[in-house]
């Protein structure tokens, strides 16, 4: 069978709108993801989750521990402990798993690692001991 080159062209741009919406659909629900994580986290540590959003701040390529190709993005947000302060965080997602979040706040950062961090595993906010922080782990 011969294709001439305006099949080709077609054939090209219906798979690169294909693979455009994969992508769209694909960040919609990283984003999600991060959003219902960031909210849960916030919830647990009695802390404001402010404009209920998380912005994505890089995307980049990388490689899973099962060597397969996955998109890594980085998510910034803001929360509150009283409501007149504001303080930044920043979540990573490597595919579809959450990796960390990062809360900075004036006792220092808190590192909240893993698929997907639990109430138990959350220590409360103003409870924070270097140790934890300095793992980069929680307990």
Known sequence: MYLDLTSLL???ALIASAAGAW???????????????????????SLQFLDET?????????????GWLAWRRMY?????????DRWKGRALLTGQRV???????????TILSGATPTS????????????VEDKGRLH
């Not at 992508?23 to 540590?45: H, K, P, V, Y």
């Not at 998380?54 to 099962?66: E, F, S, Y």
């Open 10 to 12: 077609a054939i090209l």
């Open 76 to 84: 910034v947000f803001e929360f509150s402990e009283s409501g007149s």
């Open 23 to 45: 992508f769209w659909n694909d960040s919609l629900q990283a984003r999600e993801r991060m959003t219902a994580t960031c909210t849960r986290i916030c919830g647990d540590m």
């Open 99 to 109: 990796e960390s979040v990062h809360l900075d706040n004036p006792q220092g950062v």
């Open 54 to 66: 998380v912005a994505l701040a890089r995307l980049r390529l990388t490689r899973t521990p099962g």
């Open 120 to 131: 138990g595993s959350i220590i409360p906010w103003g409870q924070h001991s270097p140790d």
